[in-house]
């Protein structure tokens, strides 16, 4: 099984704060994506990456930036954390030939404050 | 732009009743569809998924979904419902370059 490992399950850090959300993936997977989960809302896709050093918007792409330097390690960063970005982060690894079957981290559940 | 609708942000069930989670897709062309399933402080994981082929496609843990595309629905099924089956439960569909959208989750509750 593709393994998708995020480096912190929980983080506070204060308004303006550069925040780095790692997630490694085990698997030579192409696809990995960035996901924010908020009650009532679902997951929405922050940022996307089909290769190295290729990023794509999704459908919430403000006040975040994201990082493939390497296949199995993909970023997320937040340039000057502010409230409305405490969430429930999710990042998700998939095969060039089987997009939409995704593999999910834990998540990280980032609260600022 | 495709979009999933699930029906009821909770579900309440007694254990050993059936569990009908619902799911539509707006797309004129039928996309590959997904549920997913969340267990409290995880991630996601795949429950199952309709390509092509057999429209009634099994899971695990005793799920199963029958795509209807004269319906747009994708609905999630299990006879008998347990206990362990409490979680949060996410239809998803692809169907384009963008990967998958979700919809925006069911909660599911099982009643002792």
């Known amino acids: 099984d593709v393994k998708v490992t995020q480096s912190s399950r929980y983080l506070v850090k204060r308004t303006g704060e550069k925040v780095f959300l790692e997630c490694v993936q085990d698997?030579?997977?192409?696809?990995m994506f960035w996901y924010r989960q908020d009650p009532g809302l679902g997951l929405r896709l922050i940022y996307f990456?089909?290769?190295?050093?290729?990023?794509e918007k999704g459908d919430i792409p403000e006040g975040y930036s994201v990082s493939r330097e390497k296949k199995e390690r993909f970023s997320l960063i937040l340039e000057s954390a502010s409230t409305n970005q405490t969430s429930m982060y999710l990042c998700?690894?998939?095969?060039?030939?089987?997009?939409?079957?995704?593999?999910f981290g834990e998540g990280s559940r980032l609260t600022v404050l | 732009a495709q979009s999933v609708t699930q029906l009821g942000s909770h579900v309440s069930v007694s254990e050993g009743a059936l569990v009908l989670l619902r799911c539509n897709y707006s797309?004129?062309?039928?996309?590959?569809l997904f549920w997913y399933v969340q267990y409290p402080n995880q991630g996601l994981q795949l429950l199952l998924k309709?390509?092509?082929?057999?429209?009634l496609v099994k899971g695990i843990n005793g799920f199963e979904a029958e795509f209807k595309k004269s319906e747009t629905s994708f609905h999630l099924t299990k006879p008998s419902a347990h206990m362990s089956d409490a979680a949060e439960y996410f239809c998803?569909?692809?169907?384009?370059?963008?990967?998958?959208?979700f919809g925006k989750g069911t909660h599911l509750i099982i009643q002792p």
């Open positions: 998700a690894a998939s095969f060039q030939g089987d997009p939409g079957e995704l593999f």
């Open positions: 698997m030579d997977h192409e696809n």
């Open positions: 990456s089909y290769d190295v050093k290729m990023k």
């Open positions: 797309s004129s062309v039928p996309p590959y």
């Open positions: 309709y390509t092509t082929g057999a429209t």
């Open positions: 998803a569909a692809e169907g384009g370059a963008d990967g998958l959208t």
